[in-house]
């Protein structure tokens, strides 16, 4: 695997903390002159920032996983309306029998039994649903972070922080309160998202647009080309 990144991104400027001498002692007559102490090495650290929630949303293999775990979920849920149809008419057919008789107690015995097995497996299909999900994020986060390492090392970028790049909306009080929490107030020209979502995209292809409820909302936006700060 190999990048192929902007000259603008090696060009960067690098934070450094330099120990500078200011004067030297003149040595007494006669004595011994001092060896020259070693120029200071320049020393910091490379910082660049990422979105997260923009490459999960535009991130091709993990947009396809999450589109085939909503068809999956969409079908359970079909068999799960459709078991609780069948519900419904044994509960409305304890109308046929007089309370207290052989005959509704039969039924109603059925029924409970059988609800309770439905909740059991509507419970049961709701968690394997869940876990798969769960799965999905991890490998999909997993491919994120090694694919951030590769490129940070091969930058010599020391750290690589998680912001968001999202405006916040002043009419949105979850947008506003998401805004104040947020770590990277102000970044300029250090964002990499774009340089590793296409590194994640290689040879993949986008998805069909999903119209469920599975997985994170759908966000565009676009950041600078990234560079050191400086």
Do not use: W
Not at 100 to 125: I, V, Y
């Amino acid at each position: 695997m190999r990048f192929f990144f902007p000259a603008t991104l090696v060009a960067l400027a690098t934070l450094v903390c330099l120990n500078v001498g200011i004067g030297q002692e003149r040595p007494a007559a006669g004595s011994v002159p001092r060896a020259a102490a070693p120029a200071s090495v320049p020393n910091g650290t490379n910082v660049a920032v990422i979105d997260i929630a923009f490459i999960f949303n535009n991130h091709y293999r993990f947009k396809g996983q999450m589109k085939a775990l909503e068809t999956e979920a969409l079908e359970v849920q079909g068999e799960m309306q459709a078991r609780q149809k069948q519900l419904q008419a044994l509960k409305d057919g304890l109308k046929e029998f007089k309370p207290g008789t052989p005959d509704f107690q039969k039924a109603e015995e059925k029924f409970a039994n059988e609800m309770t097995e439905f909740q059991l497996q509507n419970s049961r299909k709701q968690q394997e649903v869940t876990q798969k999900e769960a799965v999905i994020y991890y490998e999909a986060y997993n491919e994120l972070e090694k694919t951030v390492a590769y490129f940070a090392q091969r930058n010599k970028i020391g750290i690589v922080i998680k912001f968001d790049r999202e405006p916040i909306k002043p009419d949105d009080g979850i947008s506003i309160r998401r805004g104040l929490a947020r770590s990277v107030i102000y970044q300029s020209g250090l964002d990499i998202s774009n340089f590793i979502l296409t590194e994640l995209n290689k040879g993949q292809t986008a998805p069909p647009p999903s119209v469920g409820t599975v997985g994170p909302p759908p966000r565009n936006a676009s950041g600078p080309t990234p560079k050191k700060k400086g």
